[in-house]
């Protein structure tokens, strides 16, 4: 069973920039896609980005395209989000996910078999 630990959070400036990682074991990491996903007070789970077993597919949502990058170290069995010019509106708890690899381009709406514990993200204005 995969298990996911996400590091990396914390309080920011807006403006600033943080690194979030999900370090992952207990399963074969190359095998899955993975994704980040958060959750703001009130409000549902989103899906912020995505990335395919290999590293050469990636998706985010809208509003964190040009200012978010995922990417990841299947050496190092690692998922990375990296943020920049952050908002105080990306304020949430992030969390890390994986979900068994198949072809084609990495779907937002697909469901996801195994969830980190989250991390909390606040950035102030």
């Known amino acids: 069973q995969l298990q996911l630990v996400e590091s990396g959070g914390g309080l920011v400036q807006a403006g600033g920039s943080l690194r979030l990682s999900c370090a992952a074991s207990?399963?074969?990491?190359?095998?899955?896609?993975m994704g980040w996903f958060r959750q703001a007070p009130g409000k549902g789970r989103e899906f912020v980005a995505g990335?395919?077993?290999?590293?050469?597919?990636?998706a985010y949502t809208d509003s964190v395209k040009g200012r978010f990058t995922i990417s990841r170290d299947n050496a190092q069995n690692t998922l990375y989000l990296i943020m920049n010019s952050l908002k105080p509106e990306d304020t949430a708890v992030y969390s890390c996910?994986?979900?068994?690899?198949?072809?084609?381009?990495?779907?937002?709406?697909?469901?996801?078999?195994?969830w980190g514990q989250g991390t909390q993200v606040t950035v102030s204005s």
């Open positions: 996910a994986a979900v068994v690899a198949k072809s084609g381009p990495i779907d937002p709406r697909r469901t996801y078999d195994y």
């Open positions: 207990g399963g074969t990491f190359k095998n899955y896609d």
């Open positions: 990335i395919s077993w290999g590293g050469a597919r990636t």
